[in-house]
């Protein structure tokens, strides 16, 4: 699924890093930067702002991961920094072997090498004090 628009912040205040390019990849990331946006808890936000490297598994390299999201928000009268990936919960869970050995190929792949990023976002946000989580449509379309 090919999705692509640009966000126009209402509270440019609230936004770090360059307002006229905060690119939505899907319908949820739009939905979750409007979310940022007028919450009166967020104090500030970004998107895909946050460099984080990595080591692939799959050609051992060192790449580097720009999470979805990067916010501050006032909880229980305390600031805390949350790191936020979306991704549909099919992306987020081991695939299963199918017929067609290519496409099985590329799930893997791409399973993988989420895992790499997650896993040095998530070493990264706790090395500072932040919460790393990944938010799929079980998360977003809660009642």
Not at 2 to 25: E, F, L, M, Q, S
Not at 112 to 132: H, L, M, P, S, V
Request: overall charge positive; aromatic content about 14%.
């Amino acid at each position: 699924m090919a999705y692509k628009t640009k966000y126009k912040p209402h509270h440019t205040d609230k936004y770090v890093g360059n307002i006229d390019n905060i690119v939505c990849r899907s319908n949820w990331e739009r939905k979750f930067c409007k979310y940022l946006d007028n919450n009166s808890n967020i104090i500030r936000w970004s998107s895909e702002e946050l460099k984080i490297p990595y080591m692939s598994t799959i050609d051992q390299n060192i790449h580097h991961y720009y999470p979805d999201f990067l916010f501050e928000a006032v909880k229980d009268n305390l600031l805390q920094t949350y790191v936020i990936e979306i991704k549909p919960k099919k992306q987020t869970i081991k695939p299963i072997p199918k017929k067609n050995k290519k496409a099985h190929l590329n799930e893997c792949i791409t399973y993988e090498t989420n895992t790499c990023k997650w896993k040095a976002a998530d070493i990264y946000c706790r090395n500072q004090g932040w919460i790393f989580k990944i938010l799929t449509e079980d998360d977003l379309f809660r009642s």
